[in-house]
């Protein structure tokens, strides 16, 4: 009996000796053993030290609460984890509980344990939600039992790590949280992958990296089993397979996550904390039909800027479930069995510019259609790849038992899809009677496809099929697609078809000179000639066009691994507006690049061509050069100085974006020379180059500063900085700083003669159209730019910020996802009846689990 009394009256001794944080209880911060947190009460929540992570139920439908980790700046909370994303819980007398016995438990309706962290204590344990976003459950030595950040949902917060236990798994839609299809996990080998895993457990595959691709050509290797990979807060992210990547505004942002987004792309998050919303600052996947599964089988998904993607049946074919396209389409009125030996019976319907990745069951080699098709016939096939391909000058042909994978227009290749005769005559005749509602410039569609020999109309009729076989307002959105596609000239369809296919999938790989010389046909087609070297036009073996840079110094390139190392890094930076590298080739005395290829060719070349280039495009080619060259400079990534930053290393893409070409290239170009310092020679082109280099002073970020600033003016007056148009302002005898002079001078002979100097220093081919205060702006940055001391000289972060303040655009374009208007979405928990009998407690109101 004593001795009970001694623990009762000791028992309140040993609640106060616990840590002082406990006592904070009030402030949320803390969930005690023994306490719980109930779904019916708001303030119920954790919140962290810092206000910026709540952890508490969130409802996720009609009367179904899940319980999670918020993060609350955003204006909308963004769910970063959840304990129970597959059964919610009920919205009346749910909680989560710490009992005494040191479990975490989620009680459904108060009865019925739906998730627990399974720990146990012979000490006091507490609750916390750190600022990390890390809901954390210690005891009273401040070990801790289980931590959420062991456990990710599809989001991973900087300091929280990938394992070969702990993967990202994305959510079914961007309302329903509940598991979806896309994994992000370490792979038995020990590459980090991306993995579909549709609703039909037959149909699973990996799509990141590129399949046909082998590890180490996509710069992972299989070696490191430690299977760890993270991200720290300034947007670095690595993992032990040598995968790494970097946020486009890597070091300055509060608050980033990375997600596998519902659409099965993997997405770099920044907090953009004046609009309050997030802001995607990488992305696996700039092409979104390139991911697998991703319209489900026997449909194709549809990508372009202006619509994002969107999924469609093909024609004959019909949406499985309203719900969700992960389930694909499926015949009308016949089926593939019945088609098996009854060759009589079916047809093809052409569908030009498609592919259906993967699943090739008979691949023939330098064939006809008519053999290819004759296969599939024989075989139980749904139809057939008809691919040309250019280096063998024949065309090769594959049959699918499977259509999946389906993607439109950006392929160089045709698809044939098996139907019974009865179905495509029915097909065809609702075509005829939509016809008028197409396009009239029937030479607008013309496709300039060389190796297209028959009708140039075939992609017309196919979109009309489809069109009949999908009804309203699906027609309107694929009108919609089909007609920007088909007005951007028929030049540029073709040319756009291998920009998209590229940026899509491509890591940096190795080639063989015998592969770049067949691909440039011998070095034949020279696009470009600089410093470094000439530049090729060349077509890939899997049909992307390049640009294929031969290094001068072919020869002195130093020994092939150290040219490795050195070109891999320069092709892990990964900006929007930086050129892409997609390869390398050392062999032997041969050094080559190989880049994306660029249609609308450089910044001089549309500067020297007069109507070019109206103001917006201008700006934006200024504003995309400075993130470009920001992104070089940015502390976290190794130090990369361009040296040569002109008109002629801007690349410009199919709308007119920036892309800085030629970055990274001082390093390889100072092999062989004897001095062994990194700038061992003057580098640059006259007329751009810094003060720096002609004085023997230091080089830093701020030669490229000031070649930006030059660029800038050139691009705002169209004038060259070292041409002859500046005689007016005699004296000079160096070409140094004319350009830069003579728009001073305009500006001060302004203020003094009360004209408008804009008017003046514009280009005139934009015959006055321009927004002033935008030209203002960046004549006022540019002249900041060229400063003759350099620190005086603004860093690019700080000229984009300056540039931005005038453009509400964002780093990166927020990609669509997934894009609502074609595609259909019921809203959450639709038919789940409400909560009624509070005494029965009864939990039949949610869905049969
Ligand atoms: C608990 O441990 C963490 C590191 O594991 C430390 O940062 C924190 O200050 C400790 N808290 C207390 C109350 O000792
Ligand atoms: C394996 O990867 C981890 C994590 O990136 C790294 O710390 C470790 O040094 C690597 N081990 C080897 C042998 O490269
Ligand atoms: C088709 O024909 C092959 C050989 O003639 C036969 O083995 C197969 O069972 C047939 N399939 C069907 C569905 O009739
Ligand atoms: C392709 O096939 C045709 C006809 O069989 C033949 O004449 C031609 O030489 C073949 N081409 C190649 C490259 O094998
Ligand atoms: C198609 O392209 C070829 C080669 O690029 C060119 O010679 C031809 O004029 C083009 N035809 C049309 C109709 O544009
Ligand atoms: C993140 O990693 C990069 C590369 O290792 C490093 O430069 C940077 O300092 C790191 N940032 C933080 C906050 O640790
Ligand atoms: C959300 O996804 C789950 C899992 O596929 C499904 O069972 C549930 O019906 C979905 N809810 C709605 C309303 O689509």
New binding site residues.
Partial sequence: MDICIFFLLLLPSLFQALPYSLSATSDNHILEQGSSLSVEKQNDVLVSPNGVFSAGFSPV?DNAFCFSIRFMKSSVPTIVWMANR?QPVNGKASKLSLLRNGNLILLDAGRIPLWSTETTSPIFVYLQLHDSGNLVLHNIKNESLWESFDSPTDTLLPGQKITKDASLLSS??QT?Y??GYYTLYFDNDNVIRLLFQG?DPEISSVYWPEPNVRPFEAGRTTYNNSKTAMFNSTGYFQSSDDLVFSASDCGMVLHRRLTVDPDGNLRFYSFDEKNMEWVVTWQAFPQPCRIHGICGPNSLCKYDHALGRRCSCLPGFKMKSN??WSYGCEPVGFNYNSLVNNSQESGFVHLASTEFYGYDKDFIQNTTLQKCKEKCLSSQCKAIQFKYSADDGYYNCYTKPQLLNGHQPYFQGDIYVRMPKSVLSSIKKSMKELWLNCPQDSNALLLNRTYEKEGQNRLLKFVLWFAVSLGGVEFICISLVFCFLFWNSSEDLDKDTQEYMLAATTRFQKFSYDELKKATRGFHEEIGRGAGGIVYKGILPDDRVAAIKRLINDGHGGEAHEFHTEVSTIGRLNHMNLIEMWGYCAEGKHRILVYEYMENGSLASKLSNSNALDWEKRFGIALGTAKGLAYLHEECLEWVLHCDVKPQNILLDSNYRPKVADFGLSKLQDRGMPNNSSFSSIRGTRGYMAPEWVYNLPITSKVDVYSYGIVALEIVTGKKPAGSQFSESGMMTENHGRLVKWVKEKMIGADTSQTDWTEEVADSTMSGKFDKAKLEVLVKVALQCVEEDKEARPTMRQVVEMLQGYEEEKIFDTPKVPDASCESE?????NIGKFTDEENNSRTFL?GH
Avoid at 826 to 830: G, T
């Fill in positions: 439908g597959n079914k839609s329903n509940s598991s609703p719900l969700d019921l809203p959450y928990f639709d869905m």
